[in-house]
């Protein structure tokens, strides 16, 4: 990412130069240092190389020694924390981060080796269109931002690079550094001049942002900003000569923007000495570009650049709809519909010179009745238009009031987290968008999605479950967004483990799904998916295999073979093969999947986490104990690191490294960690969750494996009872556990108990470790522990 650590500060994006070699100036953490990228007030960018787990350019942002005081860190972790919450194909990626030995926070992002986008479209000369619809892409990137609840203020070309993927035009949209949370705003974030310039950019910054008058600065900046970009991609200058304001007083520049019209960008050309050389990078004449641009380009740029934001596209959707108008031939939206109106007049001012002739008479009222169809279209557009600006005022508010938590007069020097200000958000949700119940259920299931990927199962649940009651009575039941929440829901009980609603609501769902989508629309594959993830928890491996197939076979074809999408298909897959025992499959699909996701989502993603977490489950039932061992503590360190300590997942890889200590018999360090985590793990997740149950169980087996047989048996026997209630008698869990307790019932020399135990477990096809189970060896004299072990053999042959 080449980016700016502050507006002040000048960059360069540039990649290292070809052919020399790096320059060693030291490393901070993993990260060797190579050249420096930019630097302001508050901090540096570094171009570096991390080597582990994989070799690749990023850049490093790190505050500048002696520069970390209060308020310098709060706006370092803002920037920080608001590049990790977003995750869009046009926003730049945060990796890591951490501290330096010295107490230098710092974080690393993706290194962006593009141009920025006018300099880009001008050394390819690509024609208007193609700037327009690379435009689209920038734009979906800031909404993207907006819906995360954070507004750039600093959008211009040169945060705005271009890069190739697979030869395409790809905008990567960076320096989130003064950006802000869609909030009142504090103290440290004024947008007035800090050490002799302003926070932002003369000539891409909206009137409001300029203007020290104002305080409050909502998305619309960000669209103002949009605009000068597009007027700039277009015409090839900005709306204002920016370099006159260096010799006018401040007072001169604001009256400008606020009461001065720019010229519309055919105008501009027009009247350009330099609109040859301009036009020529579009590939068109100037008298082509001048005639192209008149119209409805002009309409929708200074929409973009309206002084007054009421009358400017209300956010950056809104903006993106209207170029994709455009680039459809359809009417666009910033045209007012007086032409019709005036075209109409115009009949009726001439109606007793047509009349002479019935046939141009007739022409004129299919005319009028044409137009007057097309008006009432025009008009419901902007009906439409103005409730969705409504609605984005509505949700602005909203956020607003979310955030009052971080306004210092509320806080009272207490620090606040995004949990607060979740809490405080979803308790007044009712009241706070009452009159659009629409709306209050899209920022239910939103913030229902939210406490969900933070492992807050019980938060989730409710607001989830209030949004699917609302969209289903508002929206309908088939609804797509009524789909959408039913699938968050059910994703939701089969994380907080109720996995029998899980499937009823999921089968429900796919059943819609398959019929108003089809079947193979992005959602219902991803029912699919979640279904067979359903039938693999309730321990239904050989259907959870069938239906895994089938998703991952439509994806394939569908969305190609490295899809994220397609990716899930395959973790899910191999998880089903390993179940089963078929390990040398399962492995071969979990390597490629993880080298794919590694590739594609990168090494910190979850998803990647998760294919690791699941490949070292593989490794440690293949009996390969140093390679699963190694694996689970590189996954664990980096989601202890970029998921905490106590999320769901940080605590299931911790719990599979204790079982692979145990494993290679070291059950003192075996027994350590598995108790933090299962301690943790009846706090976070309850004692009655899954992932609690399981790790009761392996806790109870390292106890065994360490001769304390009655410790281990009343923790068995304890869990035992709580699977049989919650999991239910004959699932795979619940068998393993009445294994476990007949091992240890058989070491306190229990005979009849272990044996009556083992009963039940071959009854339900179990058993196949028996006969080789040191923990058995007391029963191998009795003659009914031979006749189960026949009775194992009998079930495992082919011919049964």
Known sequence: MGTNPDSEATFDSAAAPVGLPPVDLGSIGPYR?????????????????????????????????????????????????????MDHPAIAKVFDAGSTATGQPYFVMEYVPGLPITTYCDQKR??????????????????????????????????????EVDGKPMPRIIDFGIAKAISQQSEDETLVTRAGGMVGTPGYMSPEQADPSIPD???????????VVLYELLAGVLPFDVKQWSTKPFHEVLRQLHEDDPPSPSSRISGDADSTMIAAKRKVDA?????????????????????????????????????????????????????????????????????????????????????????????????????ERDRATRVTDFMTGMFNVSDPSQARGKTITAREILDKSSAKIDTGLAQDPELKAQMMDVMG????????????????????????????????????????????????????????????????????????????????????????????YAEAEKLDRET????????????????????????????????????RLGRETLDIRRRVSGPDHPHTL???????????????????EKLDRETLDIERRVLGPEHPTTLLTSANLANALADEKRSSEAEKLMRETLEIQRRVLGPEHSSTLESATNLATILDDEKRYAEAEKLQRETLAIQRRVLGPEHPATINSIYNLACDVAGEGKRDEALSL???????????????????????????????????????????
């Open 287 to 387: 008298r082509q570009l001048a005639s192209m641009l008149r119209g409805d380009l002009d309409w929708i740029t200074l929409k973009a650049l309206e002084k007054d934001r009421s009358r400017r596209y209300g956010t950056p959707s809104e903006l993106s709809a209207d170029i994709g108008r455009y680039l459809r031939n359809e009417p666009v939206t910033a045209r007012p519909a007086s032409a019709a109106y005036r075209a109409g007049k115009y009949a009726q001012r001439h109606k007793f010179g047509v009349a002479a002739v019935s046939v141009v008479l007739l022409l004129l009222i299919a005319f009028g009745v044409m137009q007057a169809i097309e008006l009432r279209r025009i008009t419901r557009e902007r009906d439409r238009a103005n409730r």
């Open 217 to 227: 600065v909502d998305t619309r900046t960000d669209v103002y900003s949009l605009g």
């Open 33 to 85: 240092l190579i050249r420096k990228l930019g630097e302001g007030g508050m901090g540096q960018v570094w171009l570096a190389e991390q080597s582990a787990p994989v070799k690749r350019q990023v850049a490093l942002k790190i505050i500048k020694a002696g520069q970390y005081d209060g308020s310098a860190l709060v706006r370092f972790n803002l920037e920080r924390q608001t590049l990790a919450i």
């Open 552 to 587: 991952l076979e439509i994806r394939r074809r569908v969305s190609g073979p490295e899809d994220p999408d397609t990716l899930l298909s395959m973790e899910s897959l191999a998880a089903a093969l390993d179940k089963q025992g078929r390990y040398a499959e399962a492995e």
């Open 449 to 540: 999605v939210v406490y969900q990927s933070l492992g807050l199962y019980s938060s989730s649940l409710p607001l989830l479950e209030r949004a699917a009651e609302i969209r289903r009575r508002v929206l309908g039941p088939e609804n797509p967004e009524t789909l959408a929440t039913m699938h968050h829901l059910a994703t939701t009980l089969i994380a907080d483990g109720h996995y029998s609603e899980a499937e009823k609501l999921f089968r429900e769902t796919l059943d819609s799904e398959r019929r108003v989508l089809g079947p193979e629309n992005p959602l219902t594959l991803l029912s699919m998916n979640n279904l067979a993830n359903v039938l693999y928890q309730q321990g239904r």
């Open 126 to 163: 690509l024609p208007a269109r193609e700037r327009l619809a690379l435009l689209i892409k920038v734009c979906e990137g800031v909404q993207h931002a907006h819906q995360k609840a954070i507004i750039h203020r600093d959008l211009k070309p040169s945060n705005i690079l271009v890069v």
């Open 610 to 628: 998760e294919v690791m977490n699941n490949l070292a489950l593989l490794l440690d039932n293949e009996q390969h104990y140093p390679e699963a």
């Open 758 to 800: 083992l009963r039940d477990v071959v009854a339900h096809g179990g058993g196949l470790q028996m006969q080789t189970d040191p923990d058995l060896k007391s029963l191998h004299s009795d003659p009914r522990f031979d006749a189960l072990v026949a009775k194992v053999k009998q079930n495992a042959s082919p011919a049964h």
